[in-house]
């Protein structure tokens, strides 16, 4: 076991996403199992009490590796010290909401949390922004971080990803384990696109073993669109335990980096890659290495997909263009 403990800082911590996420950081299957955890929780004034009881319950489990637990509802507090901030806290869609709706009503949550993080995280940061409107969030945290490196800045498209997986390993019969190179570019958001043009199947292109258009856009594509609406709809709130395994494997590869031949999907500050311009934080094939992530580079666009990506890329720049307005970006 090293013998200090990494200080894992944890947003919206008494919500449906951290009630799950806690517990699995805590375990060790975020950082490892050689990684005692510090965990600094965040919350709004009105939910501390939930947040004592989730530590409570963290108590109970008795795990090995949780260092410490804290408490706060200051953001500067909560994020001292902090080597990995996971920025959960926002408020969710609800049933009729598109995501543009939220930008406004997150926008202030952002700006102060980047300012806080810039004043008091550890200097080997890594952020994730789970929130939605997650890209945009992240982009609005990054601004006003002055002084944290933007590399540091991510959001959370694993979950569009690992569905992604389900599907297509679905429809194949094959294990999830047999596909690599799958991809999601752009948006965390109904614009967002799953690229199967890339993926593999037991070493065949997945366009190629399906063979089937008619599939691709007519349900492949759009369920992964739309699969965060249609939990919604089934379950009456948004998705929480899959969005939290997703944050987990978000982290965890970012730290351990990716496997050998594979990658995954991360929305990263754009460095023009693509055509995507430079500073928007869009979702990009990425490999991880020593604690660092990079955009794979040299994929060959067909023109089905760079539609699609510049679709979703033009949604960012808009919500790019809001937030700006609203004054959001430092
Ligand atoms: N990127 C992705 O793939 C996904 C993103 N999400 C998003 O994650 C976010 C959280 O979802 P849930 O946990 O289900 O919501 P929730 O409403 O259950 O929990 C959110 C928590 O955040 C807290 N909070 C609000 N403002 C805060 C602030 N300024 N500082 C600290 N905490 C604050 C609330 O008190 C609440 O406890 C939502 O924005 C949701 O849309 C959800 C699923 C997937
Ligand atoms: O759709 C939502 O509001 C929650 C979310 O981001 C998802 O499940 O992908």
């Known amino acids: ?139 609005i945290a990054m601004s006003n971080a002055a002084g944290v490196p933007r590399e540091r800045f991510t959001a959370m498209t694993r979950l569009d990803h690992n569905r992604a997986l389900a599907q297509l390993a679905s429809r194949t019969q094959r294990p999830v384990t047999d596909i690599r190179h799958m991809t999601i570019w752009g948006n965390h958001s109904a614009t967002q696109y799953p690229d199967l043009f890339r993926a593999e199947v037991g070493g065949t292109v997945a366009t190629e073993l399906v063979d089937d258009q008619a599939w691709l856009e007519g349900e492949f594509i759009p369920t992964v669109q739309k699969r965060g609406a249609a939990i919604i709809e089934a379950r009456g709130s948004s998705s929480a335990a899959s969005a939290a395994s997703a944050a987990i494997d978000h982290v965890h590869d970012w730290v351990h980096g990716t496997p050998d031949g594979d990658w995954v999907s991360m929305a990263v500050p754009s460095d023009g890659s693509y055509g995507v311009p430079e500073g928007l934080i869009s979702s990009f094939p990425v490999t991880c290495a020593d604690g660092s992530y990079s955009i794979v580079g040299g994929l060959e666009l067909d023109e089905f997909s760079r539609a699609r990506i510049d679709a979703s890329v033009a949604e960012l720049v808009e919500e790019r263009d809001a937030v700006a307005g609203l004054g959001l970006l430092g």
């Open 1 to 139: 076991m090293s013998p200090s403990p990494v200080t894992v800082a944890v947003t919206g911590a008494a919500g449906q996403i951290g009630y799950s996420l806690l517990f699995r950081i805590a375990s060790g299957a975020m950082l490892g199992p050689d990684t005692p955890v510090a965990l600094s929780l965040l919350e709004i004034t009105p939910a501390l009490g939930a947040a004592e009881g989730v530590a409570m319950e963290l108590d109970d489990c008795a795990f090995p590796l949780l260092h410490s637990i804290s408490i706060s509802d200051d953001a500067t507090t909560a994020f001292a010290g902090a080597s990995v901030a996971l920025l959960v806290g926002s408020r969710p869609r609800t049933k009729g909401m598109e995501r543009g709706d939220l930008l406004a009503a997150n926008g202030a949550i952002f700006t102060t949390q980047g300012r806080a993080l810039a004043e008091s995280a550890a200097d080997d940061l890594k952020v994730l922004v789970v929130g939605n409107p997650a890209n945009t969030n992240a982009l």
